[in-house]
C-alpha cells in the first residue's frame, strides 16, 4: 500500500461515514477479542477506534503498541463510549515499529519520575498530559506575538554568540571562537536598546544562557525570554504594556485550549487586575514587621520574596529597588537618586520579570559602568549609539518558562521545556 494520509483523526465527521479513509498514527491500545480486535489509534489530532476482522484479525499479533502504522478502512458510527465515529479496517501497514517494552508508558498508566520522562523526551510527547502542556506553550507563544504586534511592536533576532557580557560580567558561558573568548548571550539587553533608534518598539522571544549553578525548579542555563524595548516610554507604560500582555494571554489560552486544560487537569483562572504595585521600601517593612533582619539596600533573599508572595498571592509588581541593586543600564529616579525606576512582577515569591527606564546619558551610562566594576571599554560598540541620537526608552525581559508555569500550576520549569538545560542536564 502506498501511504497517503487523508485525514486526521479530528476530521472524522458524519459526511464520511460510509466512506474510505486512510489514517496514520500509533497504536496506543489493541484489545484481542477472539475474532475480532479492537485498535485504538492516535494521532496529533485525537484518538479512534479501528475495528479488526477475520485474516486481518489474525496478523496483529506481531504489532507492538506505540508502533506507527497507516490504516485503510471504512468509516461507521460507533457504540463504543469514548469514540464518536470507528473505522472498519481493510488494510494495515506497520511503518515505524516500536519496541517492547519501552523504556516510559505513554499512557501513563505507569508513572515516571521527571527524570526519566526527560530521558526519553520524544516519547513522553505521547503522554497526553505532555503534549498538552507544549501545545499550550505553542498558543502562549502565538498569543504573545499577535498581541505585541498589535501594540506595534516589531519582533527582531539578536545575536547568541556576542563579544562581551550583555549583562554585567557574571553567569556568563565563555566559549573559543576561531582563537578569541566569545560569550553566550545572557539577554539581548544591549541589541534591544540600540533598536530603539530607528525601529521604536522592539521585542524578541528566544533562548538565553546563564551559567548560574542553581538547582531549583526555576533556573535553568538556557531559558526562553520574552524581551520589549520601547522608544518614548517610561517603566510604568511599559509596565502597563507587561500587566495586559500577562492578562490577554491568560484570556486567550483559557478560552481556546479547553482540552489541553482537561489534559492537564487544570483550568486556567484569568487573574484580577489591576495587579498590586508595592514598592521595595514597602516590602523592607514587611519583612521588619515579619521579624526579618532586612535593611534599605539589602537584595531581597528567596525567603524574603516568600513572605511577600504569602502576603501578596498571586500578581503583583514589586517597584523602584534601589539603584546598588540593579544593572548598569537602569535609569535613577530624579526625586530620590537612591532608587531606580525599575519593576519586578512577581508571581507570588516567583520572579517572573524585570525591567525599568533605562539610562540614555552616554556619560552616566560610562560611570555606572565603573561603578559597577565593569570596563566601559568593553562596551565601546554600544555606548556609541549612544552619541547617534538615542530616543528614551524602557523595557524588560519575562522569563517564558517561568510564565507557563503559572499558567499551568506546576512548579518545574523542567516540565515546560522540551530538553531543559541546568547544571546537571546537558544531554538528550
Ligand atoms: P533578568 O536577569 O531579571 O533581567 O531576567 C529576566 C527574567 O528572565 C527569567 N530568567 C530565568 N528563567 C529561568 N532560568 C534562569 N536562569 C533565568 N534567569 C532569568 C526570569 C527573569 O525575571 N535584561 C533584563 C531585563 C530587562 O531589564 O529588560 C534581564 O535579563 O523570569
Known amino acids: 500500500m502506498v501511504f497517503v494520509k487523508?485525514?486526521?483523526?479530528?476530521?472524522?465527521?458524519?459526511?464520511?461515514?460510509?466512506?474510505?479513509?486512510?489514517?496514520?498514527?500509533?497504536?496506543?491500545?489493541?484489545r484481542k477479542l477472539g475474532k475480532m480486535s479492537f485498535i485504538t489509534l492516535r494521532d496529533v489530532s485525537g484518538r479512534s477506534q479501528v475495528i479488526f476482522k477475520g485474516e486481518l484479525n489474525d496478523n496483529l499479533d506481531e504489532i507492538n503498541r506505540q508502533s506507527v502504522v497507516s490504516i485503510r478502512g471504512i468509516v461507521q458510527e460507533t457504540k463504543a463510549r469514548d469514540f464518536t465515529f470507528e473505522i472498519k479496517a481493510d488494510e494495515i501497514e506497520v511503518l515505524g515499529k516500536a519496541i517492547h517494552p519501552l523504556p516510559v508508558d505513554p499512557i501513563g498508566r505507569l508513572e515516571s519520575n521527571i527524570d526519566t520522562r526527560l530521558n526519553h523526551r520524544a516519547l513522553d510527547m505521547r503522554n497526553q498530559k505532555t503534549s498538552s502542556i507544549f501545545k499550550l506553550r505553542?498558543?502562549?507563544?502565538?498569543?504573545?506575538?499577535?498581541?505585541?504586534?498589535?501594540?506595534?511592536?516589531?519582533?527582531?533576532?539578536?545575536?547568541?554568540?556576542?563579544?562581551?557580557?550583555?549583562?554585567?560580567?557574571?553567569?556568563?558561558?565563555?566559549?573559543?571562537?576561531?582563537?578569541?573568548?566569545?560569550?553566550?548571550?545572557?539577554?539581548?539587553?544591549?541589541?534591544?536598546?540600540?533598536?530603539?533608534?530607528?525601529?521604536?518598539?522592539?521585542?524578541?522571544?528566544?533562548?538565553?544562557?546563564?551559567a548560574e549553578n542553581s538547582h531549583t525548579g526555576r533556573h535553568l542555563t538556557e531559558f526562553t525570554s520574552i524581551d520589549i524595548e520601547a522608544a518614548f516610554m517610561n517603566y510604568e507604560d511599559v509596565m502597563n504594556i507587561l500587566e495586559s500582555l500577562v492578562?490577554?494571554?491568560?484570556?486567550?489560552?483559557?478560552?481556546?485550549?479547553?482540552?489541553?486544560?482537561?489534559?492537564?487537569?487544570?483550568?486556567?483562572?484569568?487573574?484580577?487586575?489591576p495587579f498590586?504595585?508595592?514598592?521595595?521600601?514597602?516590602?523592607?517593612?514587611?519583612?521588619?514587621?515579619?521579624?526579618?533582619?532586612?535593611?534599605?539596600?539589602?537584595?531581597?533573599?528567596?525567603?524574603?520574596?516568600?513572605?511577600?508572595?504569602?502576603?501578596?498571592?498571586?500578581?503583583f509588581f514589586?517597584?523602584?529597588?534601589?539603584?546598588?541593586?540593579?544593572?548598569?543600564?537602569?535609569?535613577?529616579?530624579d526625586e530620590d537618586v537612591t532608587l531606580s525606576r525599575?519593576?519586578?512582577?512577581?508571581?507570588?515569591?516567583?520572579?517572573?520579570?524585570?525591567?525599568?527606564?533605562?539610562?540614555?546619558?552616554?556619560?552616566?551610562?560610562?560611570?555606572?559602568?565603573?561603578?559597577q566594576g565593569l570596563d566601559?571599554?568593553?562596551?565601546?560598540?554600544?555606548?556609541k549609539t549612544f552619541d547617534w541620537g538615542m530616543p528614551p526608552h524602557s523595557g524588560w525581559g519575562m522569563g517564558l518558562d517561568r510564565l507557563m508555569t503559572t499558567l499551568i500550576g506546576i512548579d518545574n520549569v523542567r516540565e515546560v521545556v522540551l530538553y531543559p538545560r541546568d547544571p546537571d542536564r546537558l544531554s538528550p
Not at 178 to 205: C, D, H, W
Not at 248 to 256: G, P, R
Not at 318 to 333: A, C, G, Q, S, V
Request: one cysteine or more; proline letters at 4%.
Open 276 to 315: 498590586e504595585r508595592i514598592t521595595y521600601t514597602q516590602c523592607v517593612e514587611e519583612l521588619k514587621k515579619a521579624g526579618e533582619k532586612v535593611e534599605f539596600g539589602d537584595d531581597l533573599l528567596d525567603a524574603h520574596l516568600r513572605i511577600i508572595g504569602q502576603n501578596h498571592p498571586g500578581f
Open 138 to 210: 505553542h498558543h502562549v507563544l502565538q498569543s504573545l506575538r499577535k498581541t505585541l504586534a498589535g501594540k506595534k511592536f516589531i519582533e527582531i533576532t539578536t545575536p547568541k554568540i556576542i563579544g562581551s557580557a550583555s549583562e554585567g560580567g557574571a553567569d556568563l558561558f565563555s566559549l573559543d571562537y576561531f582563537g578569541k573568548t566569545a560569550y553566550l548571550a545572557q539577554s539581548p539587553q544591549l541589541y534591544k536598546e540600540q533598536m530603539t533608534i530607528g525601529l521604536e518598539r522592539v521585542f524578541e522571544i528566544s533562548n538565553f544562557y546563564r
Open 376 to 383: 566601559p571599554n568593553q562596551f565601546t560598540d554600544h555606548l
Open 318 to 333: 514589586l517597584t523602584d529597588w534601589p539603584m546598588k541593586l540593579k544593572p548598569f543600564y537602569i535609569r535613577e529616579k
Open 247 to 273: 492578562l490577554s494571554v491568560y484570556k486567550d489560552v483559557s478560552e481556546n485550549c479547553k482540552t489541553e486544560q482537561e489534559a492537564i487537569e487544570h483550568t486556567i483562572k484569568v487573574p484580577s487586575a
Open 342 to 371: 525599575s519593576f519586578d512582577l512577581q508571581y507570588g515569591f516567583l520572579e517572573l520579570s524585570s525591567g525599568g527606564t533605562r539610562l540614555h546619558n552616554p556619560d552616566m551610562l560610562k560611570e555606572r559602568l565603573k561603578e
Open 6 to 30: 487523508t485525514h486526521d483523526i479530528s476530521e472524522l465527521n458524519q459526511e464520511l461515514i460510509g466512506k474510505e479513509v486512510v489514517l496514520g498514527g500509533w497504536i496506543e491500545d489493541l
